[in-house]
């Protein structure tokens, strides 16, 4: 029992970053908007939140840097994919590939450290919280859960529950969210009526850039103490995978990321472990069993995912 409200517990924490970027990926793509450049916006936020956060000490200004980041980052994507109707998966690219490179050579310029930035301690990153009465549940059957799953986790998890339900509500319970889905299937009858398409995509790449601003900052002040040359490690497509898995919707791409984060906290407890029959497996292997996971739910288990119609194509106004 102990073993399994640990794997849950690390679960959740590992699916925190995962369920941020696949949401900020779907009001990019509900909005007709190809998004793989959440890898790259994940990896230069993690930078920025780490680098200020080292900086100044203060974990909240990192990620006030991480949110401006994903920000920019999403409104260079803009400017190209939806100003000037350029390529969307050359533009996303782009981004993963600049960011690859500019934070590992900015980090070891700045803090020549190896690519990575100082260890952050103290207020330079969030820490677990206790929430009320949870020690009073330690050791108790069946209440030990509120103390070893739900408490313990540091803010950004929790503002990350928040999050959820509060996405859904704007997607399918505002017209905000009607516009954006309307916009994705048919921006030509969006138009029609009198709505900007490019404002109302801009919008959703706004909303893309805050979130994968705060999941960056989550890897590097959060889950880890620093910063590390290419961290993400494909969490960014991970996330995207999640949301194909998930039909473009919130909760089914949820439990998308909550199966991927299972296998991910299950894999760091099988490295070294000999199994009967078979013996020691090779950690490499181990390692790629997420990867392994996604690929064949994506080959055979999701069944058809319909994107939206106008995903990836360039709307240019009637005249």
């Given at each position: 029992?102990?073993?399994?409200?640990?794997?849950?517990?690390?679960?959740?924490?590992?699916?925190?970053?995962?369920?941020?970027?696949?949401?900020?990926?779907?009001?990019?793509?509900?909005?007709?908007?190809?998004?793989?450049?959440?890898?790259?916006?994940?990896?230069?936020?993690?930078?920025?939140?780490?680098?200020?956060?080292?900086?100044?000490?203060?974990?909240?200004?990192?990620?006030?840097?991480?949110?401006?980041?994903?920000?920019?980052?999403?409104?260079?994507?803009?400017?190209?994919?939806?100003?000037?109707?350029?390529?969307?998966?050359?533009?996303?690219?782009?981004?993963?590939?600049?960011?690859?490179?500019?934070?590992?050579?900015?980090?070891?310029?700045?803090?020549?450290?190896?690519?990575?930035?100082p260890f952050?301690?103290?207020?330079?990153?969030?820490?677990?919280?206790?929430?009320?009465?949870?020690?009073?549940?330690?050791?108790?059957?069946?209440?030990?859960?509120?103390?070893?799953?739900?408490?313990?986790?540091?803010?950004?998890?929790?503002?990350?529950?928040?999050?959820?339900?509060?996405?859904?509500?704007?997607?399918?319970?505002?017209?905000?969210?009607?516009?954006?889905?309307a916009v994705?299937?048919?921006?030509?009858?969006?138009?029609?009526?009198?709505?900007?398409?490019?404002?109302?995509?801009?919008?959703?790449?706004?909303?893309?850039?805050?979130?994968?601003?705060?999941?960056?900052?989550?890897?590097?002040?959060?889950?880890?103490?620093?910063?590390?040359?290419?961290?993400?490690?494909?969490?960014?497509?991970?996330?995207?995978?999640?949301?194909?898995?998930?039909?473009w919707r919130?909760?089914?791409?949820?439990?998308?990321?909550?199966?991927?984060?299972?296998?991910?906290?299950?894999?760091?407890?099988?490295?070294?472990?000999?199994?009967?029959?078979?013996?020691?497996?090779?950690?490499?292997?181990?390692?790629?069993?997420?990867?392994?996971?996604?690929?064949?739910?994506?080959?055979?288990?999701?069944?058809?995912?319909?994107?939206?119609?106008?995903?990836?194509?360039?709307?240019?106004?009637?005249?």
């Amino acid at each position: 029992m102990d073993i399994l409200l640990s794997l849950l517990d690390s679960t959740i924490r590992v699916a925190t970053p995962l369920l941020l970027a696949a949401l900020a990926g779907m009001f990019s793509e509900r909005s007709g908007v190809i998004d793989i450049g959440l890898e790259g916006k994940m990896l230069a936020a993690a930078f920025a939140a780490a680098a200020v956060a080292a900086i100044t000490g203060s974990a909240p200004l990192g990620l006030l840097a991480a949110l401006g980041v994903g920000f920019l980052l999403s409104m260079m994507h803009g400017v190209a994919s939806v100003t000037y109707n350029g390529n969307q998966t050359v533009s996303g690219m782009a981004i993963n590939i600049a960011a690859s490179g500019l934070t590992a050579i900015l980090a070891n310029a700045w803090f020549q450290q190896g690519g990575r930035t100082p260890f952050l301690e103290g207020d330079a990153r969030f820490t677990p919280i206790t929430l009320p009465f949870a020690e009073a549940t330690k050791g108790v059957p069946v209440l030990e859960i509120y103390y070893e799953i739900i408490s313990g986790h540091n803010i950004l998890v929790y503002v990350t529950a928040i999050l959820l339900p509060t996405i859904v509500w704007i997607v399918y319970r505002t017209r905000f969210g009607l516009r954006l889905r309307a916009v994705g299937e048919n921006p030509h009858a969006v138009d029609t009526a009198g709505i900007s398409v490019a404002k109302l995509r801009y919008q959703a790449l706004a909303i893309n850039g805050l979130l994968c601003g705060i999941a960056g900052s989550y890897l590097s002040t959060a889950q880890n103490n620093s910063f590390l040359q290419d961290m993400t490690a494909g969490k960014g497509f991970l996330a995207l995978a999640a949301l194909v898995f998930g039909k473009w919707r919130p909760y089914p791409t949820l439990i998308a990321c909550l199966l991927f984060a299972f296998t991910d906290a299950a894999q760091v407890r099988l490295q070294g472990v000999n199994i009967f029959g078979i013996g020691q497996i090779p950690v490499q292997f181990i390692q790629a069993i997420p990867y392994i996971l996604t690929v064949l739910l994506l080959a055979g288990f999701v069944g058809r995912a319909v994107a939206p119609k106008a995903i990836g194509i360039p709307y240019v106004k009637s005249r």
